[in-house]
């Protein structure tokens, strides 16, 4: 089963640059990777997809190696409204459809003024 | 609807009673998932459908725990015998195909709460 990783927590101050790298080392090769963001009292929203190399849009831009073993979510001036909790997902290696999509621990950033 | 329902949004029950949590997925939504999170958690993995079935029951925590889909739409989970530790805020979500390149979209859950 594919397992993620990321850091438990990270703090910014607005106007900064987050990055969140997570680790994937079970990824399969038709696993896409998917980010999303969850407020308190929310169901997570979709941020961004990948599968390799770099996608970027006006959220945020996702950074994929070569390897696809990991993949970093770079949040660009972050502001108060950016605290959340960033889920990195990807899709069961062993499955064909009807994946179980695991989402891992998620990252809590905390954007300070 | 415009987005994933969930109703009720939120639920006390008493220890020992069933409770039923129901969604409604985004209309021409093939796959429909259910998570559960505890307080200050990540999302558990409970079930998901195809259509009306179920391929993957492996995320139910018991068998108390029950979920089905009619119509290829609306789905009900349903917890019997509530315990305490059932506590959470139950989460579905549907995407147009059960593929990881695929967005999930989800409901923003019923609180579920076992005294």
């Known amino acids: 089963l594919a397992k993620t990783t990321q850091p438990i927590s990270m703090d910014s101050y607005e106007g900064q640059e987050v990055n969140i790298t997570c680790s994937h080392n079970n990824i399969a090769t038709n696993d896409y990777i998917t980010w999303y963001q969850q407020f308190p009292s929310q169901g997570p929203r979709f941020i961004i997809q990948g599968y390799k190399t770099k996608v970027t849009n006006e959220v945020a831009s996702l950074f994929i190696p070569a390897d696809r073993k990991s993949s970093t979510l770079s949040l660009p001036r972050v502001s108060l409204s950016d605290t959340a909790v960033y889920y990195c997902?990807?899709?069961?290696?062993?499955?064909?459809?009807?994946?179980?999509?695991?989402f891992g621990g998620g990252t809590r950033v905390l954007v300070k003024p | 609807g415009a987005g994933v329902s969930q109703s009720p949004s939120n639920k006390v029950t008493e220890k020992g009673k069933d409770v039923e949590l129901r969604c409604d997925p985004i209309?021409?939504?093939?796959?429909l998932y259910w998570y559960r999170q505890s307080l200050g958690q990540g999302l558990e993995f409970l079930i998901y459908f195809q259509g009306n079935s179920a391929p993957d029951k492996s995320g139910l925590p018991s068998d108390r725990f029950s979920a089905e889909r009619t119509g290829g739409s609306v789905s009900t989970l349903t917890i019997q015998r509530t315990q305490q530790e059932d506590s959470a805020v139950y989460l579905c979500a549907s995407s147009l195909a059960p593929a990881t390149n695929e967005k999930l979209f989800f409901g923003s859950g019923t609180q579920l709460s076992v005294l």
């Open positions: 997902l990807v899709g069961d290696p062993q499955g064909a459809a009807g994946n179980k999509l695991t």
């Open positions: 209309s021409g939504h093939t796959a």
